[in-house]
T-cell receptor, first 113, second 112 residues
Framework: KQEVTQIPAALSVPEGENLVLNCSFTDSAIYNLQWFRQDPGKGLTSLLLIQSSQREQTSGRLNASLDKSSGRSTLYIAASQPGDSATYLCAVRRGGNNRKLIWGLGTSLAVNP | NAGVTQTPKFQVLKTGQSMTLQCAQDMNHNSMYWYRQDPGMGLRLIYYSASEGTTDKGEVPNGYNVSRLNKREFSLRLESAAPSQTSVYFC???????????FGQGTRLTVV
């Protein structure tokens, strides 16, 4: 059974720091992995989708990496800003016929000015 | 750029009442989903529609029904609301079941 874990559950950093959010999964047979951002009381915004054949994807100050063999993905945020404060969710899409998303519980990030 | 639109944004129901949550997407996506989000439990799939004309159960379908009205619209119905259905409900869509998912802003439902 695929399980997705995000550690730490909460993170507080000063503005300007480069930071790494972690996502680990138990079954390496994934189709792809998606990172989302959720602001309080709001919906989820897709940040990056990384296919199982890819090692990384970049969008602006965000870089997501994927290592299937070790069951890990990281989301790197460069030069963090207070506007980056949000909960970051990782979701793994299973391989095979059942391509549903399996979700982590998220990392709540606070970037302090 | 409407994307995925959910209505209503907030709702309070009494136990036993029924209601329908509406969802529409304007991205010509084939697949649509309903999730619920509860503290400490993450997102859980209620129902999904892989393509127009099909619907399937997710992890937590009990107490819910869905209708894929057309390619754009996917509604979620609570026939007899229970306090355990107090949650935030999200609708999502994707071009296919294996492609990038996009979410609506959510409906915060309280059942008293």
């Amino acid at each position: 059974k695929q399980e997705v874990t995000q550690i730490p559950a909460a993170l507080s950093v000063p503005e300007g720091e480069n930071l790494v959010l972690n996502c680990s999964f138990t079954d390496s047979a994934i189709y792809n992995l998606q990172w989302f951002r959720q602001d309080p009381g709001k919906g989820l915004t897709s940040l990056l989708l990384i296919q199982s054949s890819q090692r990384e994807q970049t969008s602006g100050r965000l870089n997501a990496s994927l290592d299937k063999s070790s069951g890990r993905s990281t989301l790197y945020i460069a030069a963090s800003q207070p506007g980056d404060s949000a909960t970051y969710l990782c979701a793994v899409r299973r391989g095979g016929n059942n391509r549903k998303l399996i979700w982590g519980l998220g990392t709540s990030l606070a970037v302090n000015p | 750029n409407a994307g995925v639109t959910q209505t209503p944004k907030f709702q309070v129901l009494k136990t036993g009442q029924s209601m329908t949550l509406q969802c529409a997407q304007d991205m010509n996506h084939n697949s649509m989903y309903w999730y619920r989000q509860d503290p400490g439990m993450g997102l859980r799939l209620i129902y999904y529609s892989a393509s127009e004309g099909t619907t399937d159960k997710g992890e937590v379908p009990n107490g819910y029904n869905v209708s894929r009205l057309n390619k754009r619209e996917f509604s979620l119905r609570l026939e007899s609301a229970a306090p355990s259905q107090t949650s935030v409900y999200f609708c999502a869509s994707s071009e296919w079941t294996w492609t990038e998912a996009f979410f609506g802003q959510g409906t915060r439902l309280t059942v008293v």
